[in-house]
Every structure is written in structure tokens, then in C-alpha cells.
């Protein structure tokens, strides 16, 4: 890449997150507009950073690319400055309207290709050639037929298609915390957020695999990436694992599961929770305060899957040398704490997201200036502008194709159409209805972001699990959870293969590691469905529920580890799973049962191992 071309994409970049900095401090424009400059942006930034390829004759692709480009422009531009007047006559589509829309059409698609690959423009052209071809269809499947110039229309014109909701969230919320969370990285605070849980848990036993616990929950409930997150934190905590005894594989999902945790992390939740505001439509904090434990729930898990492959394979602590000390710490990277806290505080009071993550971008930049070493310039401000905008394109160049599989769904009624047959395959056995959504989740985790994945089945199978009994939060929020399995989960594992990567180890023994320490991702939608997990208060009722789904999962982790206060017989281990179910049921006598029968399991493990007990407590 040239010089010049770097200082245009540097212009671009910075030009994009300054017109969305503006728009969260005094609101959006209109908008066809606010969608048009949006996808507008991203597309050009993609043709520029991202080529049309790098073999054959190059001259012939960066010639592609200047006429894409310049396409872009005029369709953006004619959207932007005829959608009054298509609005006025909608249904009616002139002949440039086609023209204009089928270009549009072909670089969504070519967007979408060239930063998520092939997968999901191939999933938008089905659901264009089954718009045409709806009659060929056998069964539910089957609808009325619709013209190709009401297709174009429908994905061109209106703010249904490329245009639609997906653009607007992306823009509205999902871009300020991109932007936030850039500020919070180039600002030092990632240092800090790792440094942290480093001083505070690196001389336990397996310190720095806690330490990637700690840290991927921070880092990951802002970053909104797995494989980001692997990749910011893992490159310090995988090596220091691997460096203590842990094997590099074992290292690798370690990270790859707490990374995977960290979009379900409140209270940003990797912007998630914005997105879910909307299709929800309930509010911000309402979904955040139910979403507390199960996160909660999930990072205990890991951490007592790391505890115990700790001591299962002898692992010492970190050197104290070799550890920062926590009061150079906090007196160091305090002040970063400040930006999330006044989001949290602002969110609480109602203010929208928009303008928190604005405030909060503001508040990073000024908190920067209380350390010498940490102070932002007007150099570091640049980088943080372009880098965010540049961050922003994973996600952002999938709304056209995106938009285009939602468009579709409206105008042939597939979603109610899809559920049916959800529900129809299930029986309406709830379960089923779970399984089914969760392997629909991982299909489309392939080839798209877990954002990407969750709006799609937000439209396609929200409504199975609704109809299922299920509240319209819960039922999103399974649909969140199980969007994430796809970065554990092989052969996909996308975050196992970046983790892999950094620890030299072998991917698809990373994959089934990850799948091991990140189970809870498969327990806790469960526990959604069927427990009071997202309804419990601060009741003592409720702190006993909380309790016994701590106790299940700590059996359950005994299960999968083989190992208690020694390694455990396979009968040993069958008690524990048979525990840990009883911990999940819902019932109470089940869980008086439990309660019983794993304190004379654990009274036996003290009495018969006496010096693994004194060993264990005094670690």
C-alpha cells in the first residue's frame, strides 16, 4: 500500500468516526441520510483497504476498484437525494431506480465477500433467487412469486432492505462503541484491564490462565470480538500459561473460552444488548440486570475449570517477581476505570447509548491527561479515529447483505413461515426448539460475526421460541448465547484457531479444549429457558438459587476435570454429574437432595485424602 493511498484511507477513516462522534453528541441525520453516509463509508473504506485480489494483473483490479468506488458514490448519492420521491411513489420503480439498484445490489454482495468470505452473500443470493423463484417451492416454503423489479425496489428504494434496521442499529449503537472501546485501548486502559487481574490473581495456583479469565471478560464485553479478544489478550496470557506448565493447546482455549465469554459480559456486552434493545423493545438496563448472573455463572465455570487443571497437573505459581504489583497498578491505571463507570452511571439514568459511549469517548480522552505516559496527542487521537472506523468495517460491511436476507424474510413472510416449521420439527418440545435455533446458530457462525448471526435469527427464530412459551428477552437472549458457540465449537472454532495460532498448538485439539472449559455456553440457555435465572432479585430465595446453580456448575466442572481434591474414578464422576443435574433441576426438593448427598461427597473427599485437603486449602 502506497503512502498516498495510506493518507486517503487515514483521511476517510478519521472523516467516518468524526461524522458519528458528531452524530452521538447532537443526534442523526435524516434517515436515508444517516444510513446512506454510513453504508457509504464503509463500502469505500472496504474497496480501499480491502483489494480485489493480489494475483493476476493487479493494474486490471485496482481499475475494479476505482469503478466500484465510483459506483458506490452515485448510487449512495441517488439514494440519498431521490428517497423522497421514491417514497412518495414506493411500489413504483423507474428504470434508473433498477439500474441504480442492481448495481447496489452487486457490491453489497462483493463487500460482504471480500471481509466475511462467501458465505453469507451466498446466503443473501438464495434468498434473492427465492424471492423470484417462491412458486418452485414445495410446502410451507412455497409463496407467491415477486417480480424482479419489486425485488430491486424493495432492496433499493425502501428502508427495508440494504437500507433497513440493521443499518441504523450498526450506525446509531454499534459504531460509538467501537469507538469508545478504541479510545479505552489506545488511551493505555488495555494495559490496565490486563495488568489488573494479573496482580490481583498471578500468585494463586494457575495464576495466569485467571489472569486471561479476568481480563477476556473486561476486554471482551468491549471489544465485541472473540477472535479480537484472543488476540489482545491472549498474546500476553498464553505464552505466561505456557511458560508456567500449561500445554499449549490447554493455554489456547483457555483463552478461546474466556474470550468467547466476553460478549455475554454486561454492561456492554460487545453492543450486543443495544441490539437486542431494539428487537426487544424493552430497556437497556432491563436486559443488562438479567444478564448479570448467567455471565457471572459462565466466568465461574471457567475459572474453576482453570483452578482445577491447575492442580490436576501440579501447576506452580508465577514467580512474585515476575508479577506487577497491584497498588502500581491501581495508582497507575486508575483513572481508566472512570470512562466505564460514568457509561454504566449514564445508561442507569436513561440517557441513550449513543450519547453514553460519546461521553464516554470524551471522558477517555481527558482521563488520558492524568499520567504523563499515557496522554493522548494529536497523533494518537488520528490513530484512534481511523482505527475505530477500520474496526467498525467487520461488522459493518455485512448490513447490505444482511439487509437483504431481512428484506426478503418481510416481503415473503418467511420468518412466521420458518418458526412454523421450527416448531413444527420440535412438536413444540421446547428442547427440540433450543437444539434446533443452536445448530441454525452454528451453521450461520461459519461465515458471519456473532452480531451478524444473532440479527439473523433475532427475525427467523425469535419468534419459535416465543411461541414455545418463552418471554421475548429470554428468548433473545438464548439466541445471543447460542451465537457464540461457533467460535468454540469445532470444526469452525474461530477464536480456537487465534489462540492456536499465538500458542503453536494444534487447532482442532484447541476446538475441543475450548468446547470443554466454555460448556457453560451449552448449560446456561437451558437454565434460561427453564429456571428463574433471568428473574431472580436480591431475595434470600433468590441468593439460594444462585447458590445451587453455583454448586451445579462446580460438580459440573468436577465431571468434565476428573478431578476433586484428587482425580476422581469414573463413578466418582458420574455422582458429580448426577449432582451437578440436580443443582440445575427445578425443583427444591431436588435441590435438598443435592445439598445432602454433596456434602457427604464432599465429607468423604476431606476425611479420605487428609493431605490433600491441607494441601489444597493452604494454596
Not at 418471554?471 to 469452525?492: D, E, G, R, Y
Not at 458420574?574 to 445432602?596: D, E, G
Amino acid at each position: 500500500m502506497n503512502s498516498c493511498k495510506k493518507k486517503l484511507i487515514t483521511l476517510f477513516s478519521c472523516l467516518f468516526s468524526l461524522i458519528y462522534l458528531y452524530c452521538a453528541r447532537f443526534g442523526i441525520f435524516a434517515p436515508e441520510i444517516n444510513r446512506g453516509i454510513y453504508v457509504g463509508f464503509t463500502y469505500i473504506l472496504v474497496l480501499l483497504i480491502y483489494p480485489a485480489g493480489k494475483k493476476n494483473n493487479v493494474k486490471k483490479l485496482i481499475g475494479l476498484d476505482m469503478i466500484l468506488i465510483f459506483l458506490t458514490i452515485l448510487c449512495i448519492g441517488y439514494f440519498i437525494l431521490e428517497y423522497p420521491d421514491m417514497a412518495y411513489r414506493a411500489g413504483f420503480v423507474t428504470k434508473t431506480d433498477m439500474v441504480m439498484g442492481i448495481f447496489m445490489i452487486i457490491i453489497s454482495l462483493e463487500i460482504s465477500r471480500r471481509v466475511s468470505g462467501p458465505i453469507l452473500p451466498g446466503i443473501a443470493v438464495f434468498f434473492l433467487i427465492y424471492a423470484y423463484f417462491g412458486n418452485f417451492f414445495m410446502g410451507m416454503l412455497a409463496h407467491k412469486s415477486f417480480s424482479i423489479a419489486r425485488i430491486i425496489g424493495f432492496m433499493y428504494t425502501s428502508l427495508d432492505g440494504i437500507f433497513g434496521q440493521v443499518v441504523a442499529i450498526f450506525s446509531t449503537y454499534i459504531f460509538p462503541f467501537i469507538l469508545f472501546g478504541t479510545f479505552l485501548e489506545k488511551s493505555g486502559a488495555a494495559t490496565f484491564f490486563i495488568d489488573f487481574p494479573n496482580a490481583l490473581t498471578g500468585k494463586r495456583i494457575g495464576g495466569p490462565a485467571k489472569v486471561s479469565v479476568l481480563s477476556s471478560g473486561l476486554m471482551g464485553s468491549i471489544s465485541g470480538s472473540g477472535v479480537a479478544n484472543v488476540v489482545t489478550t491472549g498474546t500476553f496470557t498464553i505464552p505466561l500459561m505456557k511458560k508456567i506448565g500449561y500445554r499449549p493447546h490447554v493455554a489456547a482455549a483457555i483463552e478461546t473460552a474466556a474470550s468467547a465469554g466476553g460478549q455475554v459480559m454486561p454492561p456492554i456486552m460487545g453492543a450486543g444488548v443495544f441490539l437486542m434493545t431494539e428487537f426487544v423493545g424493552v430497556p437497556y438496563w432491563d436486559i443488562v440486570k438479567v444478564s448479570f448472573f448467567p455471565a457471572f455463572l459462565y466466568f465461574l465455570s471457567v475459572y474453576i475449570m482453570v483452578d482445577l487443571e491447575a492442580r490436576k497437573t501440579n501447576i506452580k505459581p508465577v514467580p512474585d517477581e515476575e508479577l506487577p504489583v497491584l497498588v502500581h497498578v491501581i495508582r497507575e491505571g486508575w483513572m481508566f476505570v472512570l470512562p466505564l463507570i460514568l457509561v454504566i452511571l449514564l445508561l442507569i439514568k436513561g440517557y441513550s447509548p449513543t450519547l453514553s459511549a460519546f461521553y464516554g469517548s470524551v471522558t477517555t480522552f481527558l482521563v488520558s491527561f492524568i499520567r504523563k505516559d499515557t496522554r493522548m496527542n494529536v497523533k494518537d487521537v488520528v490513530d484512534t479515529l481511523a482505527e475505530a472506523a477500520k474496526k467498525s468495517l467487520i461488522p459493518g460491511s455485512t448490513v447490505g447483505s444482511i439487509g437483504m436476507i431481512i428484506g426478503i424474510v418481510y416481503l415473503t413472510g418467511l420468518g412466521l413461515k420458518l418458526s412454523d416449521i421450527i416448531l413444527s420439527i420440535s412438536d413444540g418440545f421446547l428442547p427440540l426448539t433450543i437444539i434446533l435455533v443452536a445448530v441454525a446458530a452454528y451453521i450461520l457462525g461459519m461465515g458471519l460475526t456473532v452480531t451478524s448471526s444473532y440479527v439473523v435469527l433475532a427475525i427467523l427464530a425469535a419468534p419459535a421460541l416465543t411461541s414455545s412459551g418463552l418471554s421475548p428477552i429470554a428468548a433473545h437472549l438464548i439466541i445471543f448465547w447460542v451465537c457464540q458457540m461457533a467460535n468454540i465449537t469445532p470444526p469452525v472454532c474461530l477464536a480456537a484457531f487465534a489462540g492456536a495460532g499465538i500458542a503453536g498448538a494444534d487447532p482442532m485439539r484447541t476446538g475441543w479444549n475450548a468446547l470443554k472449559y466454555g460448556k457453560a455456553l451449552y448449560i446456561i440457555p437451558f437454565l434460561m429457558a427453564y429456571t428463574q435465572i433471568l428473574a431472580l432479585g436480591l431475595t434470600v430465595y433468590s441468593f439460594l438459587i444462585y447458590a445451587s446453580f453455583s454448586a451445579g456448575m462446580l460438580f459440573s466442572c468436577f465431571t468434565l476435570q476428573g478431578f476433586t481434591l484428587k482425580k476422581c474414578s469414573w463413578a466418582e464422576r458420574f455422582l458429580c454429574l448426577i449432582l451437578a443435574i440436580l443443582f440445575f433441576y427445578p425443583s427444591t426438593v431436588a435441590k435438598i437432595i443435592a445439598c445432602i448427598a454433596a456434602s457427604l461427597f464432599i465429607a468423604y473427599q476431606v476425611h479420605a485424602h487428609d493431605g490433600i485437603r491441607k494441601t489444597y486449602i493452604g494454596r
